[in-house]
């Protein structure tokens, strides 16, 4: 079964720039959605098909795909991007989550 | 505005069956797949099933196939999951969520979510 690995925990200093990466075998020709969960509460899209913004999501929220690793960024990062994050990708006929990333923002 | 709501979650012992309903509101739900998600108390997510708008086709992770049936009445706005000879390890929070298009394949991510209902599976 296809497999997506994500890096446990990424820390950014505030205002600065975060990139969580989602690695699986040519990912690239996937379309790769990303999520946001804070604690407690249900996911969120926040990337659609590799680089798309659902409305409502900050232009600080980018992302892109191209070989084994797609990946999104969080640019000015905010304290309240604090979550973790998954990306997920549609894959012969199921629907796979990464294995999430804790962002912290100090 | 987009609601969905799951209903059915509780105590359950092992072996036995449950029924998740999702009740949805404020789209059109006929032309939409929908998806059920699971997470394991701090854990990842998970997905379980998914279906597509039509309800003419069906999809399972290996790890409920053969135990879970997922379902939809579109008369009725409501998606459902029919899940049989639990286990421990089926413990999690269930979230109905809401593809962006009218089969899992079209590649638009699942755009909204419900707030989830628990299931325990225990003795």
């Known amino acids: 079964s296809y497999e997506l690995t994500q890096p446990l925990s990424v820390s950014v200093a505030l205002g600065q720039t975060a990139r969580i990466t989602c690695g699986g075998n040519?990912?690239?020709?996937?379309?790769v959605h990303w999520y946001q969960q804070k604690p407690g509460q249900a996911p969120v899209l926040v990337i659609y098909?590799?680089?798309n913004r659902p409305s409502g999501i900050p232009e600080r929220f980018s992302g892109s795909n191209s070989g084994n690793t797609a990946t999104l960024t969080i640019s000015r990062a905010q304290a309240g991007d604090e979550a973790d994050y998954y990306c997920?990708?549609?894959?012969?006929?199921?629907?796979?989550f990464g294995t999430g990333t804790k962002v912290t923002v100090l | 505005e987009v609601q969905l709501l799951e209903s059915g979650g509780g105590l359950v012992q092992p072996g036995g069956s449950l029924r998740l309903s999702c009740a949805a509101s404020?789209?059109?739900?006929?032309?939409?797949?929908m998806s059920w998600v699971r997470q394991a108390p701090g854990k990842g997510l998970e997905w379980v099933s998914a279906?597509?708008?039509?309800?003419?086709?069906?999809y399972y992770a290996d790890s409920v196939k053969g135990r879970f049936t997922i379902s939809r009445d579109n008369s009725k706005n409501t998606l459902y999951l029919q899940m049989n000879s639990l286990r421990a390890e089926d413990t999690a929070v269930y979230y109905c969520?809401?593809?962006?298009?009218?089969?899992?394949?079209?590649?638009?991510?699942?755009?909204?979510w419900g707030q989830g209902t628990l299931v325990t599976v225990s003795s």
């Open positions: 969520a809401k593809d962006g298009g009218a089969e899992s394949s079209s590649g638009n991510g699942l755009d909204y």
């Open positions: 404020g789209f059109t739900f006929s032309s939409y797949a």
């Open positions: 279906i597509s708008g039509s309800g003419g086709s069906t």
């Open positions: 040519n990912i690239g020709s996937k379309n």
């Open positions: 098909r590799d680089s």
């Open positions: 997920q990708v549609w894959d012969s006929s199921t629907y796979v």
